[in-house]
């Protein structure tokens, strides 16, 4: 299997190392993957992330109080009315404040709820302000990698179980991963070659459909720190979408420049078809 330069080093690293705040300081790199477990979010990497998890949070309140609201309202309900002291049931049908209230708190809450949640959508869409442009296509059962200013492009395949080495996740790693430059924006454009997948990087909250014919524009914001994204296929595709995952690699700016000369000779497209171009000139 064809390996990058950065495969080697970076392997070994890639495994079980979100949240080592302390290794991350040190400058080693980290991966940010699933934990055997892991019941909440992964930790948020970059400011994407970071809102999405703020708006997690703040709907976990939400829904918590409504829950228990609710709650509270039952078992109050059962006690209060139950047979031995309300044999005879009230026939009441219209009581104009409670169907006041019931209509308006929800309203209420439904506004102060898409109120950040749209706000969050239109930020996440798109931006201005993006460093480098990168295609991304969906395919049965892999991904292929676009730089079109660089002009390479090359497939990444999952890493199959007999070929894992000592501290790589099963069904995680593939053979070419997508190496970006650390503290970089980065405008996605993303495609579909046979059915719908989905490209989904939770660490990033990245998570966007190919589609056919379409392409689709979402950016990812990639913190400083050398880390490791790992992501899978979100949308059933077929017989092998469990086989599909994504690996984004941040690099150092001088391993990305290094990373880049190997991948020239290795992944060259040569000059990227003019619509490509137009696109992702006309989308800047
Ligand atoms: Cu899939």
Redesign the pocket.
């Known amino acids: 299997m064809r390996k990058s330069i950065l495969m080697k080093p970076f392997s070994k690293l890639a495994c079980f190392g979100a949240g080592l705040a302390g290794a991350m300081m040190s400058g080693v790199a980290q991966a940010s993957a699933p934990e055997p477990w892991q019941i909440g979010l992964q930790p948020a990497a970059g400011s994407i992330a970071e809102k999405a998890t703020d708006l997690h949070n703040l709907l976990l309140v939400i829904i918590t109080a409504i829950s228990l609201f609710v709650l509270a309202l039952l078992i109050y309900t059962c006690f209060r009315f139950r047979e031995s002291k309300n044999a005879v049931p009230s026939k009441t049908t219209h009581n104009p404040l409670i169907e006041v209230l019931w209509t308006v708190i929800p309203v209420i809450i439904l506004v102060v709820i898409a109120v950040p949640s749209f706000r969050l959508l239109y930020y996440q869409d798109r931006t201005d302000e993006t460093d480098m442009v990168i295609k991304v296509t ?1 395919a049965q ?1 892999y991904w292929n990698y676009e730089y079109p200013d660089e002009q390479i492009a090359f497939d990444s395949y999952m890493i199959e179980e007999e070929d894992l080495t000592e501290g790589q996740m099963r069904l995680l790693e593939v053979d070419n991963p997508l190496i970006v430059p650390e503290g970089t924006r980065i405008k996605l454009l993303i495609q579909g070659n046979d059915v719908m ?2 490209f989904f990087v939770p660490a990033l909250a990245v998570q966007k459909y190919t589609v056919v014919g379409r392409t689709n524009e979402t950016w990812i914001d990639v913190p400083m720190g050398e880390t490791t994204y790992y992501g ?7 017989t092998n ?2 086989y ?1 995952p994504i690996v984004i690699k941040a690099v150092s700016a001088d391993a990305y420049k290094a990373w880049l000369d190997e991948a020239k000779q290795e992944f060259a497209t040569g000059p990227v078809p003019t619509a490509t171009v137009e696109l992702a000139s006309v989308q800047q």
Request: net charge neutral; hydrophobic share 20%.
């Open positions: 969906g059962w997948h989905s899978q296929c979100n949308q059933i595709c077929g979408h469990s599909m």
